[in-house]
């Protein structure tokens, strides 16, 4: 008679799947509050004591942590040393192990869980059972997904085993998930003690869907998700359209980024993940007026972003325009009946009030990763130096954070112009800063007048601000820093512009 251990935590299908496995001639060996869910569905078990001959103890702490349970799972069927020391030692085999563990993700996400539940939360015995049977993989069958329940039970009833193919893939399995497991709890006490950066870096993703392809379409690719999301693309609901591109997810992402700079309603445009348009304003019409406004061309085949319900006034516009994707906290039902009409359109859904759960953001490099911080840092008028003759008005030095909070999400070198929370210009990914610059004041042309600039960083010589000037720029935002600020400043006084400092920069590669 073959033998099955099951101890699982997520009991869906379990009383099903056993009793399937009864049918086919197998003796279940079972533990704790599974032994009991099986037992009151009539299913005849052993507890684990009745194989290990000693008791569960320490509140179940120590239970499976015993030789006739690992020497049952790791013993090399074709070994005769092995197969001797199963018979001198009185050991039966164990063919299967159905085991999942200790809810310790579902604990973490509980609020007001204490760190002492956390802790009893971490299983020990179940990652060991199934270690054990995923080393041993060509004798033994290991599932830790209940998902996997009916590929097994049609392999059982068609061959009256698994198959060592299958075997094999749940073995790897069985390892990303307790690589999984082991990842979120080393996250949890890193974090606990305070350890930014340590020596090894853990780190889980689940995957979200398969993509078509990559950036492009020779590329393959996938789009995983923390195990702790919080306002990401990720957790976006999909109310209409195709599938997301990676592209699609890129480009999202970075109006996301974007958008939580802003309280008042705000729309984002973004094509190729820099923005192409900006606009807040007393309303979602406003702001999208304002968004589309800055720059109507490139805004074709882009992707739009709002802090705000979208209306069906809204709705309209953004139907006469070819776009990728709409992501907002809500529309309404007429807005989404307008929006729908159109086949393809993406139509994502998200709650923008989520906190962003991790502070880390990581950059894939050839064979590494580079991690960093998020670039959250804040500037708000009290932190403003001005450094000219002329100091900016009220008016425009609303407009300097408003463009501010914009070019630190643009592309570096990023030069940003703008006016009445709108930007009418945007410079991004230059190779020197007067490139980006002419690149936004040409495209703002004469709306250029009267209006505010940002950079990102610091002009290392004059010749941004001469050509501000040019185009009737009156105030422009900037760290600050440079051998050379002096040259700066005097170029400003010469033209009546108001310069302030923020004293920190914002570079985006």
Not at 170 to 176: E, L
Request: charged share 25%.
């Amino acid at each position: 008679m073959k033998r099955v251990l099951i101890s699982v935590s997520d009991k869906t299908g379990i009383v099903d799947f056993t009793k399937k496995l009864v049918s086919l001639g197998y003796e279940v060996i079972s533990t704790g509050g599974t032994k009991k869910t099986l037992d009151e569905a009539g299913i005849k078990t052993l507890s684990i004591s009745d194989i290990t001959n000693f008791p569960e103890i320490m509140d179940g702490r120590v239970k499976t942590l015993h030789p006739n349970v690992h020497g049952a799972l790791l013993c090399v069927r074709d070994n005769e040393e092995h197969l001797k020391a199963l018979e001198d030692n009185k050991i039966e085999m164990i063919d299967m192990v159905v085991v999942n563990l200790y809810p310790f993700k579902e604990t973490l996400s509980k609020v007001g869980a204490t760190h002492e539940e956390l802790i009893e939360n971490i299983d020990i015995g179940g990652p060991s059972m199934l270690r054990s049977a995923a080393k041993n993989y060509k004798s033994v069958t290991v599932v830790v997904d209940p998902k996997d329940y009916e590929a097994v039970m049609l392999q059982l009833e068609n061959s009256g085993d698994t198959n060592l193919e299958t075997r094999e893939k749940f073995a790897a399995k069985v390892f990303r998930h307790t690589s999984a497991y082991d990842s979120l709890i080393a996250e949890y006490l890193t974090g606990k003690v305070k350890e930014e950066f340590p020596e090894s870096m853990t780190i889980t993703y689940e995957k979200v869907q398969d993509l078509r392809y990559g950036e492009n379409p020779h590329q393959k690719a996938g789009f995983y998700k923390s195990s702790f999301a919080g306002y990401s693309i990720g957790n976006a609901k999909q109310l209409h359209g195709k599938e997301l591109s990676y592209n699609n997810i890129q480009d999202a992402n970075a109006a996301l980024e974007i958008l939580k700079e802003f309280k008042d309603s705000t729309v984002v445009a973004v094509k190729h993940m820099n923005p192409c348009g900006v606009g807040s304003g007393k309303n979602i019409e406003e702001a999208w007026n304002r968004a589309y406004e800055a720059d109507k061309t490139s805004i074709f085949g882009g992707i739009v972003a709002a802090n705000d319900v979208i209306t069906t006034e809204v709705a309209e516009k953004l139907s006469q325009l070819f776009l990728e994707i709409i992501i907002a906290p809500a529309y309404e039902k007429e807005a989404l009946e307008i929006l729908t009409k159109k086949k393809n359109i993406r139509i994502m859904e998200l709650n923008l009030n989520s906190s962003i759960l991790n502070k880390k953001k990581i950059t894939s490099v050839m064979d590494g990763a580079l991690i960093q911080e998020f670039d959250e840092l804040k500037v708000s008028s009290d932190t403003l130096v001005c450094v000219t003759e002329r100091k900016p008005t009220e008016d425009e030095i609303e407009d300097l954070l408003f463009n501010w909070n914009v070019v630190k999400h643009v592309k570096s070198n990023a030069i940003v112009i703008g006016k009445n929370n709108q930007t009418i210009g945007i410079g991004a990914g230059q190779m020197n800063r007067v490139g980006a610059a002419k690149i936004a004041l040409e495209q703002g042309k004469e709306k250029c007048t009267g209006a505010v600039l940002a950079s990102d960083a610091f002009f290392p010589m004059a010749d941004t601000v001469e050509l501000a000037a040019q185009y009737g720029v009156k105030a422009i935002i900037q760290p600050g820093g440079s051998i050379k600020d002096a040259l700066s400043i005097e170029e400003c006084n010469k033209h009546g512009i108001a310069m302030v400092f923020t004293g920190v920069r914002h570079f985006k590669h």
